[in-house]
């Protein structure tokens, strides 16, 4: 059974910080290319970075560059998204999302942690 379980959810102040955690079970932690995805409410679902299965070149949407910073070992199949400088508009649902590095068609998700920032 594969299993994506993220944690470290929470409230934190404008200007905060926070990490996020993505364990994985039930694959080949390996073969996959990992993301963080985030769904503000009423907003549609954001890809937020994405790192490839070989730990090479992250990838970050502009909003967040300079801020998050995502990362992977593959040793303890886990994933992170370390998110400094938070902003009000970075509340929302975190969800992380495995795709097979050759096959898209194999792909999980988490069932998302919420981060809230807020005064």
């Known amino acids: 059974q594969v299993q994506l379980v993220e944690s470290g959810r929470g409230l934190v102040q404008p200007g905060g910080s926070l990490r996020l955690t993505c364990t994985a079970s039930g694959i080949m932690f390996i073969n996959y290319n990992m993301s963080w995805y985030r769904q503000a409410p009423g907003k549609e679902r954001e890809l937020v970075a994405s790192i490839p299965h070989d730990e090479g070149r992250p990838d970050y949407v502009d909003s967040v560059k300079g801020r998050f910073t995502i990362s992977r070992d593959n040793q303890k199949r886990t994933m992170y998204l370390q998110m400094n400088n938070l902003k009000p508009e970075d509340t929302a649902v975190y969800s992380c999302?495995?795709?097979?590095?050759?096959?898209?068609?194999?792909?999980?998700w988490g069932q998302g942690t919420q981060v809230t920032v807020s005064s």
């Open positions: 999302h495995a795709v097979h590095y050759l096959a898209s068609s194999l792909n999980y």
